[in-house]
């Protein structure tokens, strides 16, 4: 799939999300950045459309490079990884978070800079109590499992890219170089703290959400090709 169309089929991806959140009781707001950590993970898709968008990319250097020695989560399989697995083999284990993560290198007096463009980990992570007030927060598992399909799609269109954590992601795409050989479409090697991505094989939805989730995969198959 060319990068054009990649990039519409995102888009797509992000106002299907949106329709199917709109209509919630959500305590999140504008100001509210409990779960704004280093520990957001993205794909390689999501970062170019970040930087692509935004008119002071010195600016997310500069706030990249104070971020790069801070303890941030890295992980180990990607959704559609981890999805074909359980399918497999059953369960597995994912590395565990850091106890005590960084902010987001993006957030500006508690403010996301590029929240326009933010990546689909922070679209689908919402919550009906105030994270603040309970240290914790507390999602519907439907919503638990639509977030999943859009992650999964996100993955599956992007197969020649790479995930890994916000921070790693957007210092790959920032650089000139590595940039250009990803809009050549050309294949990435594995790179270090980044993980090559794999296409979805199986939807990773549980048994009482899969006829709640058909209008989304009727929105979304459309553009991005018959699945599930």
């Known amino acids: 799939m060319p990068l054009d169309a990649q990039l519409d089929a995102l888009a797509r991806i992000y106002r299907v999300l949106d329709d199917t959140f709109d209509n919630s009781t959500l305590a999140c707001h504008r100001g509210c950045a409990a779960c704004c950590t280093q520990n957001v993970t993205m794909t390689t898709l999501e970062g170019y459309r970040i930087i692509t968008r935004l008119s002071q990319q010195a600016n997310l250097r500069e706030q990249l490079s104070a971020a790069a020695d801070s303890s941030r989560f890295l992980p180990e399989l990607t959704i559609n990884d981890l999805a074909r697995q359980c399918a497999e083999n059953g369960p597995v284990s994912e590395k565990n978070y850091p106890d005590d993560p960084a902010p987001c290198p ?79 479409g050309a294949a990435i090697a594995d790179v270090g703290g980044l993980l090559p991505n794999h296409p979805l094989t199986v939807l990773m939805v549980p048994p009482e959400h899969r006829q709640q989730v058909s209008p989304i995969l009727n929105q979304l198959n459309p553009a991005i090709g018959k699945i599930g």
């Open 106 to 184: 993006l957030l500006a007096d508690n403010i996301c800079t590029v929240y326009p463009v933010r990546p689909l980990a922070c679209r689908t992570m919402v919550s009906t109590i105030d994270c603040r007030k309970s240290g914790y927060a507390q999602m519907d598992s439907y919503f638990l499992s639509a977030g999943n399909i859009f992650l999964q799609f996100t993955e599956h269109i992007d197969q020649k890219g790479l995930t890994g954590n916000l921070t790693d992601v957007l210092s790959y795409v920032c650089d000139n170089r590595k940039r250009h050989h990803y809009e050549a």
